[in-house]
């Protein structure tokens, strides 16, 4: 069984090789009970909803870049930016982000992260989103 943070760190980086790498990474590490909170946004169960919700965030793309990553048995935080990028692949914004990941059975069970929203909203609607 990898470490919780070998299970993040992979979790993370599959998001940069586009959308469908992105999505399915969620099906990949999530369980079907996995509870993801975005705090300012809404709160999600599964890997579908989760899905649900990026498609919503209108982005195409995510690289994220991991500033720090410290784990505590099955808990793992990650300081990271996200780079997001739109359709023709241009960069829309980065934001950083603090998550907080609880790993079981290699799998994420529980995902809350922390973030500007108002960040997020002002730069989906520069682009018109």
């Known amino acids: ?21 992105h999505h399915a990474a969620y099906r990949n590490y999530f369980r079907p009970d996995t509870v993801w909170e975005n705090h300012g946004w809404k709160t999600t169960v599964g890997p579908d909803a989760a899905i649900a919700t990026l498609n919503s965030a209108n982005a195409a793309g995510v690289r994220a870049e991991i500033q720090h990553i410290a784990e505590n048995g099955n808990v793992v935080m990650v300081e990271r930016t996200d780079h997001i990028t739109d359709d023709a692949g241009k ?39």
């Open 91 to 129: 960069l829309v914004t980065s934001i950083r982000v603090v998550g907080i990941f609880e790993i079981e059975d290699g799998k994420i069970a529980k995902w809350r992260e922390y973030f500007d929203t108002k960040l997020w909203d002002n730069a989906m609607r520069s682009i018109g989103q």
């Open 1 to 21: 069984m990898p470490r919780a943070m070998d299970t993040v760190k992979s979790f993370i980086n599959a998001w940069s090789a586009g959308k469908e790498a």
